[in-house]
């Protein structure tokens, strides 16, 4: 070790160092003084500036959103996510069930408990609202009498036939103005037929009015129209087969592929799906605030506003799938409200966990603090120690909660950092008290408390300013909930340091008082008399227990060779595993795996993995007429990234191939008046081919069937991505496409945004990432 001295004595270093423990000492003696003759006047004074420090939990803010809590607050993702929010809100909120069979899930009685499921649904009245109120509702495309779907007619098929397409009960001035268009002919032009265009718009727009809707729910059993009956009828290979060949749905008359709900399939030598694990089933809930009746609230978990009821609805729609049932089936579910639920239960689970572990630790402080005997006894004194812990928690959650600083699930555990560390201080302080030499034996009660903490002080001081020191550093990050964490963490040791030098060290000293005045250690108003304690209990079983078996042990020979060669093995195979690292990032995995949602996403994963994350590009503060080039280059220059790219399903495609087809207009090439837009677009978008891009907009105006589009305030597409095998793929497939998104050129202040779920992780992995990088360079750097 090199000294610290120089020729002519200590350096100025060692000096100061000297110094400072010096002023620390002094320091603490007088405190330890203070505190042996003012005890009453300490404890009433922390528990008075304790309770004004908790009085700050009144602005206690709980954060459980993923990208509030792992994402960088200056990233794109968030500031994105809180645009969309503001000026795009999804307004749709999906529910979930997948549905396990121990064996098989393609039979009748499977399908039977999957339909009750179903019909319990539907029963749930939550403040009088019925999933009837609720859901997402969708015309119904019924062909032919009774609703059934038909095969379309050949062209030489007689023009009486035509009720097998559009019904007997079809409007007939809708049929005749189909049939007078003497340039179609016979029915063979249905290659370019579309009814918004070659209809009357008003007999058209009237029969668009008339159709019915029907609430969004997505199953295999709509295959058989949820009929009890005919499912319960079905043997396996009629269901074999109708999952395998139907591709339109009966109930709502749009194509399905209804293999897709299923997971753990199996097919035979055909590829054909003859068995499967499981069934997802879908709920589609409508949430538009601004049309809600009743209290709007912040979903706990993804802090979008939605009416309370709904999220009423969702309470029962959980409980009633998670219920305990005697089926062959299991269910695991996923619901609006279920990241809001989670972090609720975790905190209840978390709470007894902790309650526990302060038992267990109360326990341990007795058997370390006290003795077996009525007076040495030291539960008072334990439980005080223990509380004045939690008092530091409770300071600490005051402070940050007053600045603001939100409250994050990884706090759950600050109790119990707080509650080791905090021991270790009483403990520091009770063995301070116990080594004190006999040089101090005939000092006063106050003046033997400012020797123990003349020593015990400046011990725990270095250890908490440690402590400190690194979670100050560790709330630098720029990750949120870690940053948070940090902070509380660090205001948490301050506080919890405080309190054990003067709160628990004035009950300490009071305790002192009690046993030099024989008193029992429980009911301080019994004094015993010439008390003498049994010798058993003046024996220290874990000093014991150390130094005769575990001391004497290890200095044995074989033993030191066995030591060595274990951690060795352990150092060997350490370095093979960081061999094999990997950085990757995922919010799940904070999630605790007991829970409901943890089991969801679990099956989800293995059952239904995802072929590629999927995205969303918005486009607004422009003129969406005057740059419809510029947004065909867009979507083209997207659509060469082929190896990050997997679809892109932009609104502009279809729309160019029916302007041009109906309206004889020549895009992308030709620029289009305003007027001319917004009539083709409000065709367009009560079209059968572009009514589903409907939604993808939004307008300064509500778009009808027979009025031109208003001005467009917003436009958006969506795109999947390539499944990728990791952060060396996806992070810098994520940078390429926001750099091709910050290239499009639709005029000053225009806004371009690239969005997707997937960033959340993303995002976060580009950081840490970086942060690896330049934790290696400096690491470097400071080697060499």
Same mark, same amino acid.
């Given at each position: ?255 399905? =592929?209804?293999? &897709?709900?299923? $997971?753990?399939?199996?097919? @035979? ?6 068995? +499967? !694990?499981? /069934? #997802? ?6 949430? =538009?605030?601004? &049309?809600?009746? $009743?209290?709007?609230?912040? @979903? ?6 939605? +009416? !309370?009821? /709904? #999220? ?48 267990i630790m109360f326990i341990y402080v007795q058997l370390m603090l006290g003795r077996f005997n009525l007076v040495e006894q030291r539960a008072v004194l334990s439980l005080i120690g223990i509380g004045s812990v939690g008092m530091g928690c409770v300071v600490a959650y005051g402070i940050c909660s007053a600045f603001g600083i939100p409250y994050g699930p990884v706090h759950n555990i600050l109790p119990f950092l707080m509650l080791g560390i905090g021991i270790d201080d009483m403990f520091v302080i009770a063995q301070c008290w116990a080594t004190l030499g006999p040089e101090v034996s005939t000092l006063s009660l106050p003046e033997k408390m400012g020797h123990t903490l003349k020593h015990a002080g400046v011990s725990i001081t270095i250890t908490s300013l440690t402590d400190f020191t690194a979670f ?313």
């Amino acid at each position: 070790m090199p000294s610290t001295e120089g020729p002519s004595g200590p350096t100025g270093l060692a000096r100061l160092g000297v110094s400072f423990i010096a002023a620390l000492e002094a320091f603490f003696f007088w405190l330890g003084c203070f505190i042996g003759h003012h005890p009453f006047y300490v404890i009433s004074s922390c528990l008075l500036i304790g309770a004004l420090f908790s009085s700050g939990l009144h602005n206690f803010t709980q954060e459980n959103r993923p990208e509030k809590l792992w994402i960088p607050s200056d990233s794109h993702f968030v500031r994105d996510s809180e645009w969309m929010r503001n000026n795009f809100p999804n307004n749709v909120r999906p529910q979930f069930a997948i549905f396990e069979a121990q064996e098989n899930i393609m039979t009748s009685e499977n399908l039977i408990q999957i339909l009750d499921v179903i019909e319990e649904i539907k029963s749930i009245k939550a403040d009088g609202t019925e999933w009837s109120n609720i859901c997402l509702k969708i015309p119904v495309v019924t062909f032919g009498q009774g609703g059934g779907l038909r095969r379309r007619r050949a062209a030489n098929e007689s023009e009486s036939e035509w009720d097998d397409i559009f019904g007997s009960d079809f409007d007939d001035a809708f049929e005749e103005d189909l049939f007078k268009k003497k340039d179609f002919g016979e029915p063979s032009f249905l290659k370019n037929f579309d009814p918004s265009v070659h209809f009357d718009r008003a007999t058209y727009c009237s029969f668009l009015s008339g159709m019915q809707e029907a609430c969004w729910l997505s199953s295999p059993l709509e295959i058989w129209n949820y009929e009890r009956e005919k499912i319960g009828n079905l043997d396996l290979d009629e269901i074999s087969t109708a999952l395998n060949e139907t591709d339109v749905s009966p109930v709502f008359g749009i194509p399905r =592929d209804y293999l &897709k709900m299923l $997971g753990g399939v199996q097919m @035979d030598q055909n590829g054909t799906v003859i068995s +499967a !694990k499981t /069934i #997802l089933v879908t709920w589609l809930v409508k949430s =538009d605030p601004s &049309k809600a009746r $009743g209290e709007i609230t912040n @979903d706990a978990g993804t802090g979008d506003s939605v +009416a !309370k009821n /709904i #999220l009423n609805w969702e309470a029962e729609f959980v409980n009633i799938l998670n219920k305990n049932r005697n089926g062959s089936i299991t269910i695991y579910t996923f619901s609006g409200r279920s990241f809001g639920d989670v972090s609720g239960t975790a905190i209840k689970n978390d709470a007894k966990k902790l309650s526990i572990g302060f038992i267990i630790m109360f326990i341990y402080v007795q058997l370390m603090l006290g003795r077996f005997n009525l007076v040495e006894q030291r539960a008072v004194l334990s439980l005080i120690g223990i509380g004045s812990v939690g008092m530091g928690c409770v300071v600490a959650y005051g402070i940050c909660s007053a600045f603001g600083i939100p409250y994050g699930p990884v706090h759950n555990i600050l109790p119990f950092l707080m509650l080791g560390i905090g021991i270790d201080d009483m403990f520091v302080i009770a063995q301070c008290w116990a080594t004190l030499g006999p040089e101090v034996s005939t000092l006063s009660l106050p003046e033997k408390m400012g020797h123990t903490l003349k020593h015990a002080g400046v011990s725990i001081t270095i250890t908490s300013l440690t402590d400190f020191t690194a979670f100050a550093i560790g709330a630098t990050t720029v990750l949120p909930s870690l940053r948070s964490f940090c902070i509380y963490a660090a205001v948490g040791i301050l506080a919890t340091y405080v309190l054990q030098a003067t709160f628990f060290t004035a009950w300490f000293s009071l305790d002192l008082r009690r046993m030099l005045d024989s008193r029992d250690g429980f009911l301080f108003c019994i004094k015993y008399k010439n008390y003498k304690p049994n010798n058993c209990s003046q024996k220290d079983l874990f000093k014991s227990a150390f130094e005769a078996i575990l001391g004497s042990f290890l200095f044995k020979t074989p033993v030191k060779v066995i030591v060595l060669v274990c951690t060795a093995t352990l150092l060997i195979f350490g370095s093979w595993g960081l061999s094999m690292l990997r950085q990757e990032f995922d919010p799940i995995w904070f999630l605790p795996q007991s829970t409901y949602l943890f089991k969801y996403f679990d099956k989800s994963k293995k059952f239904y993995p995802s072929d590629g994350e999927p995205g969303t590009i918005f486009l607004s503060n422009f003129n969406h007429y005057d740059h419809l080039n510029s947004i065909a280059d867009m979507i083209d220059r997207l659509e060469e990234q082929k190896d990050i790219i997997k679809e892109v399903d932009a609104w502009y495609t279809p729309f160019q191939k029916y302007s041009n087809t109906h309206f004889n207009t020549s895009l992308p090439g030709e620029k289009l008046s305003e007027d001319r837009f917004h009539d083709i677009l409000g065709r367009f978008l009560f079209s059968p081919t572009g009514s589903k891009y409907r939604m993808k907009f939004i307008f300064n105006g509500t778009p009808r069937c027979l009025l031109d589009a208003p001005p467009v305030k917003i436009s958006s597409f969506d795109f999947k991505f390539r499944k990728f095998k990791g952060s060396v793929e996806h992070v810098p497939a994520m940078n390429r496409l926001k750099k091709i998104i910050s290239q499009a050129e639709f005029g000053d202040g225009a806004v371009v945004k690239v969005w997707a779920r997937a960033f959340a992780g993303w995002e976060t992995d580009e950081v840490i990432i970086k942060n690896i990088k330049k934790i290696r360079e400096t690491t470097f750097s400071n080697y060499l």
